[in-house]
């Protein structure tokens, strides 16, 4: 199919630009909340960049929609990336350009056959903590009973709840804040059952390909014990026939002396 395969050859071009221009993105989000006393032309400059990336991946969007010939099929099988480029549009859902990004990049992500699952979720875990570290000060910070006031509160807050210890030193009181920290806590759970089913099937195959081998050795050394036996029982037959012809003689010694007169 001659369409697929330009739109196969684009995304394989374009995930290396796309994986920087998120790393820009992740950039110009992070100096605002980190730096919110900055001057209003970096600020402006961040915007424009979020902007900038945001663009990028909804061009991206477009040319592999383009590219595509079933259409129809390509927006059912890659809603998550239309739900990305769409939802940011609307103003009050700032915070969910953050999420868009890692969504498309996610996906994007997981198309390359050379990233392994473990790398996958080590660099989930620490995007996550990041990237909810800065959304919760974002809402917090700013917040009249908020107790996240800086970036190390708003990390320790992140780790707690991805690992849903909730020591309960710090909490959102904001209800985006809460919701962030729903999703991090599903987040969490998510991670940590994709770690521990990784882990059970790496025991699992190792126990199946060492049986494997176990099983191969075991019908080598069967064949071997047949192929001796068989050695065996061709070794005797030609022994007893080379034992027995001297006997079977008419003048053998034997023979002679049985029938030789008595005096």
């Not at 697929?4 to 374009?14: D, I, N, T, V």
């Not at 402006?44 to 960049?49: F, I, P, Q």
Request: hydrophobic share 50%; with cysteine.
């Amino acid at each position: 199919m001659k369409e697929p395969s330009r739109r196969l050859l684009w995304e394989r071009r374009s995930q290396t630009p796309l994986l920087v221009l998120a790393v820009a993105f992740a950039v110009a989000y992070a100096v605002p909340i980190v730096a919110p006393d900055a001057s209003e032309r970096l600020h402006g400059l961040c915007a424009y960049v979020e902007w900038t990336v945001w663009g990028a991946f909804a061009v991206d969007y477009l040319v592999r929609l383009g590219l595509t010939e079933d259409r129809r099929h390509f927006v059912r099988t890659h809603w998550l990336d239309l739900a990305a480029v769409v939802l940011p549009l609307v103003q009050p859902l700032r915070l969910l350009r953050l999420v868009a990004t890692l969504m498309l990049v996610g996906r994007r992500a997981r198309m390359a056959p050379q990233i392994q699952l473990t790398t996958y979720v080590a660099g989930s875990v620490v995007g996550l903590l990041m990237f909810g570290s800065l959304a919760v000060l974002s809402v917090e910070r700013d917040a009249p009973e908020g107790n996240i006031k800086n970036l190390g509160d708003a990390v320790w807050w992140s780790f707690t709840t991805m690992t849903t210890v909730g020591y309960g030193d710090h909490s959102p009181t904001t209800g985006l804040g809460r919701v962030l920290a729903v999703g991090l806590m599903l987040s969490g759970i998510a991670l940590l059952g994709v770690v521990t089913a990784n882990i059970a099937a790496w025991f699992i195959s190792r126990f199946e390909r060492d049986d494997q081998v176990e099983r191969l050795q075991l019908a080598a050394i069967r064949e071997l014990q047949a192929e001796v036996r068989a050695l065996r029982g061709e070794v005797a037959r030609l022994g007893g026939g080379a034992d027995g012809a001297p006997s079977a003689g008419p003048g053998t010694p034997a023979q002679r002396g049985a029938s030789a007169p008595t005096p």
